[in-house]
């Protein structure tokens, strides 16, 4: 098992930037791919980016593309995600996932892990 947990949300401005951390109680790298959804109100879980487990895979989502960038710190055993012109329609829950498989999945349901969440607030 992997524990999971969210920090650096909050409340920003449109066209902002908010930069989210996800620390895992254990190694990562080599282990498991990771990946960042979001859930709003109303709406259901949503894959917003992902990595694989040797860091050098990515994927997004096409709402998120050329705005977010996820990446991973073996040494910390961590997955940041850094969310730059930040809009209200990014107002959600995020949360980290992981599932022991070498490349991310955009479906949440391969996923094993998951952290509480961290909300984020995007105003206008």
């Known amino acids: 098992q992997v524990q999971l947990v969210e920090s650096g949300g909050g409340l920003v401005q449109a066209g902002g930037s908010l930069r989210l951390s996800c620390a895992a109680s254990k190694r990562t790298f080599g282990r498991y791919a990771m990946g960042w959804f979001r859930q709003a109100p109303g709406k259901e879980r949503e894959f917003v980016a992902g990595?694989?487990?040797?860091?050098?895979?990515?994927r997004y989502a096409d709402s998120v593309k050329g705005r977010f960038t996820i990446s991973s710190d073996a040494a910390k055993n961590t997955v940041n995600l850094e969310m730059n012109s930040l809009k209200p329609e990014d107002t959600a829950v995020y949360y980290c996932a992981a599932r022991p498989f070498y490349s991310s999945s955009a479906n949440s349901d391969n996923y094993d892990y998951w952290g509480q969440g961290t909300q984020v607030t995007v105003s206008s």
């Open positions: 990595i694989g487990w040797s860091g050098g895979s990515t």
